[in-house]
DNA sequence: TAGATTGTTAATCGATTAACAATC
DNA sequence: TAGATTGTTAATCGATTAACAATC
């Protein structure tokens, strides 16, 4: 498969785009939209039709007509060229409520990661289960982790408790983590590590408010 | 003042960054840490010393002696660069477990913005609280987004009623928007709007960690 | 055919990194 | 002084935008 060549070039900001026109396909497609324009994604996302055209050009996806895309056939190539097909196992790391908020609202199965464990510290909710899945005490981590071959984790612990987490996570096998606790992680260079300081988005959006006023 | 000359030239990448350093800064002054490098900094946050002086250039902080910054006036030079000295009023709309969990954790008033309302459609939250913040019923929006003088809003709503959510309270004059559902919004130019589409965090960190694999 | 829209290259723009003299 | 580290300019790198021939 030369799929795997492809995928190893696409850069960060195109990455994030296609997986944003994906929930933009996933939309069209529920309204039945057959075709979109290069024009008409971009209007959706915000961008132009130029950059939407580049990034198709970096899918290397070419099955379009001189009158649009296929919204079904685009989404199934950024799904591919995202490797959505090769399903991942996921956990979430604390139960209160942003990793109950994860558990039952976001999507996975739709975009190719399965939810299979989620873990708290507070034992009067071991045993019981959320949105299907188990939830472990974070005792059983690197036990359950192992056997259900699982390769990313959520972290939604506490600050004090987020390194001491992400190590038994990471050497349990865990090789992705989307961390949303405060603090910064010391991690072996083969993990990959996203931020997600909810605090630091809401900062961004203040400072430019304020320039729009003044 | 000329600090708001200073802030108007400030680029989405590197308010970014200085929002983190903001956070980094506060863990060294909970550490009585009182004197950072450029290269200490840049280890913390995961980019190279050559940024983060470039960073401290935009922002015009030369107070800076040549063995490292004072931690506490980086900080304070940082936060009046962001404007987090005007407090901005802050609403949550959607008293989920996502809405909540940003009430309860999220340390708004460390950062420049007070939370003062939330709302949600279900009438037996109204009238109870929520992080010392009253919650309202949603049609309450636009009145009580006026009277607070409101100017931010998270939204944590179904994406069926964001778009709605959005009009309500975009009409009692909030200007900024950070968008949890997983929808795209349509607003007039003068909104700012952000995206925290959690699901396209989660295919990011898939993606990259595919090809670390292969 | 005329019109719409793509695929692709080239031009522009902005962001990151490197380099180094100046400073304490 | 020697060493550490900044402030600032220049060089590099990458990402976005523009342009337009090719296609249906």
Not at 55 to 68: I, K, N, P, V
Not at 90 to 102: D, K, Q
Not at 132 to 141: A, L, R
Not at 189 to 212: G, N, R
Request: glycine content about 6%; charged content about 20%.
């Amino acid at each position: 498969m030369d799929s795997d060549a492809i995928k190893g070039h696409l850069t960060g900001p195109v990455i994030r785009r296609l997986s944003e026109y994906l929930l933009i396909l996933d939309k069209l497609i529920i309204e039945e939209k057959e075709v979109v324009s290069s024009r008409e994604l971009a209007n959706n996302y915000g961008n132009n039709a130029s950059q939407v055209r580049q990034d198709m050009f970096h899918l290397h996806h070419t099955g379009a007509q001189s009158h649009g895309y296929e919204t079904r056939e685009l989404r199934a190539a950024i799904a591919d060229a995202l490797g959505l097909n090769v399903y991942k196992r996921l956990a979430i790391l604390g139960v209160g409520n942003l990793g109950r908020a994860i558990a039952m609202h976001v999507p996975f199965e739709d975009y190719g990661m399965k939810l299979v464990a989620a873990f708290d510290i507070d034992k009067n909710l071991s045993g019981s289960s959320i949105s299907g899945v188990p939830v472990y005490h974070t005792d059983n981590i690197q036990k359950v982790i192992k056997k259900e071959e699982i390769l990313l984790t959520a972290l939604c612990v506490p600050a004090e408790v987020a390194q001491q987490s992400a190590n038994q996570v990471i050497s349990a096998g865990v090789c992705g983590i989307l961390n949303y606790s405060r603090t910064r992680l010391k991690v072996p260079k083969h993990v990959a590590v996203h931020y997600e300081q909810i605090i630091c988005s809401f900062m961004q959006l203040s400072c430019q408010v304020q320039h729009k006023k003044s």
